[in-house]
């Protein structure tokens, strides 16, 4: 293996222990915002969180059978104080007709919040699952259309990313598209770009493609994409969408996705991205242009599930890392995911070195609704935010039930500082 980059400076998971041997936060308040039936659909994932006018937006993917299937579509709920959420509500309908989770098929999740002009936004992607491959190659050669043991793993190709208004009294608005590659026989009406304002998908489009953090790994747009779309949208040009080639290429080969990214105080910005194979690290990459081009990105000694990864940065320059960085042990043939308990956050003062982790929950439940394809036990999947002194986060619960917790700031630093 290639020369490994020393990262991670904190305790080492242990397997066996509770939490994982991490220190486990006290002061967290947990709250169910959906708890799943069969009817309902028992697979949810996929978190998003923004705070926008005083309020708490959580969205996820939801669908009746399993990850990813034919009809999967995104769900809602507000929190006025993270205390307690409103009903859930459908934020994207279903693209398509529910499919098994081994079904080709059109299936919609979840982008990213975004907002323009004090107006919040709800994005996400059209997505189609196309065929089966082994993990970590996609070629078209290995794409099979059945689902076996020599191809595991989904192929997905994106058609578009839509958009819609969500307001403060509840209501949405339109569905419109911010990429106009509408998939065919969609289930739902969607507004081609050029039936809004310009300015409004401009800056919308800019914002989704400007940074890789929250979409998914197979919704990555290509430079040729990008520069297709300026071809037939004459008003808007590559320079003034600020393409940036955000998926760089691992220095070993590995195929990397769901990718986070931060600044750091001496200018450069850090890529942690996941490895869906069965090294059990998480890879890094930086750019010194503000993220417009990246280095090959190499292995860390940073412990991953493997699962997604997030990061917020605080005002001084603290990055605060939340995921699963949990496995015990890297290269691990035998273990591809290693359980995804507990949730846990990670400080470094640099970006650069994590020198602290702590258990943020534990203790995940076996799932209660059976046979629903594609879930693994554990909390995970989170979209986090700070606010007022507060880390908020939203993540799944066996890719089941969504739940929230907030904790205050001063207790992980707090817990940061003691020996």
């Known amino acids: 293996m290639n020369e490994i980059i020393d990262m991670w400076k904190a305790e080492r998971p242990v397997e066996g222990k509770p939490a994982k041997g991490f220190s486990i936060l006290d002061d967290v308040r947990q709250v169910t915002v959906y708890r799943a039936t069969r009817k309902t659909g028992a697979y949810s994932h996929h978190c998003r969180l923004i705070y926008h006018l005083g309020r708490l937006y959580g969205m996820w993917s939801n669908h009746p059978r399993g990850e990813g299937a034919p009809g999967m579509r995104v769900l809602y709920s507000v929190s006025d104080n993270a205390e307690s959420w409103s009903k859930w509500q459908e934020l994207f309908p279903r693209p398509g007709p529910v499919g098994d989770f081994k079904a080709l098929g059109l299936a919609a999740s979840p982008g990213r919040w975004l907002t323009f002009n004090g107006q919040l936004y709800a994005t996400c992607s059209l997505f189609s699952t196309i065929g089966f491959s082994q993990r970590g190659v996609v070629r078209p050669s290995d794409v099979s259309p059945i689902r076996d043991g020599d ?30 590659n509408l998939p065919r026989d969609l289930a739902f009406k969607v507004q081609e770009p050029s039936e809004r304002d310009q300015e409004e998908v401009l800056s919308l489009l800019k914002d989704l493609v400007s940074k890789p953090d929250d979409l998914p790994s197979y919704a990555r747009l290509e430079k040729e994409h990008v520069l297709s779309f300026c071809r037939r949208m004459p008003w808007c040009s590559p320079g003034e969408l600020g393409y940036r080639m955000y998926y760089p290429n691992a220095a070993d080969g590995h195929r990397l996705s769901e990718p986070t990214t931060f600044p750091t105080e001496d200018g450069r910005h850090v890529l942690l991205a996941r490895d869906p194979l069965a090294s059990h690290r998480m890879y890094v990459s930086f750019s010194r242009d503000g993220g417009l081009h990246w280095d090959p990105a190499r292995a860390t000694n940073i412990p991953d599930s493997p699962s997604r990864t997030t990061s917020v940065v605080l005002d001084d320059g603290t990055v605060l890392l939340i995921g699963n960085q949990v496995a015990p042990r890297f290269e691990d043939a035998d273990r591809r995911h290693y359980d995804r308990d507990p949730l846990t956050v990670a400080v470094s003062e640099d970006g650069l070195e994590f020198t602290s982790v702590y258990a943020l929950t534990h203790g995940a439940p076996e799932m209660r609704v059976k046979g629903v394809g594609g879930r693994t036990r554990g909390f995970q999947y989170p979209g986090a935010l700070v606010r007022s002194g507060t880390l908020h986060v939203l993540y799944s619960v066996g890719k089941e039930d969504i739940e929230s917790l907030s904790v205050p700031i001063s207790d992980i630093l707090g817990s940061a500082d003691c020996p």
């Open 151 to 180: 191809h595991p793993a989904k192929v997905r190709e994106v058609y578009a990313f839509v958009a819609r208004e969500v307001n403060p009294d509840g209501s949405l608005g339109p569905i419109f598209a911010l990429w106009d």
